[in-house]
């Protein structure tokens, strides 16, 4: 899926996903707990040479209240580092 735009991507924007049945949106959520293969993209970005800069924008406003973290101070700080800790970051160097 990705060989036929390797080596045209300058910038990645990270976000965490739910699907629905149908491939479909329906929300935002915590790493780990998402559909999106993470690990699979970045790797593929890493063997196509890619040395862009990678943002993350967890969209905390659109997570069910079921998903947002309650035993932190600040959640939406605790789900960047939640998604920080999640991401294969040693395949992009």
Known sequence: MFDQIAGHVVHGHVKVARA????SFTGMAVPSQDDVPHAELLAALTRSGFDGIITIDPHYGQFAEADKPTDVEEPVLEVVR???DCLPWALVT
């Open 20 to 23: 629905a049945p149908d491939a």
């Open 82 to 84: 939640r998604t920080l």
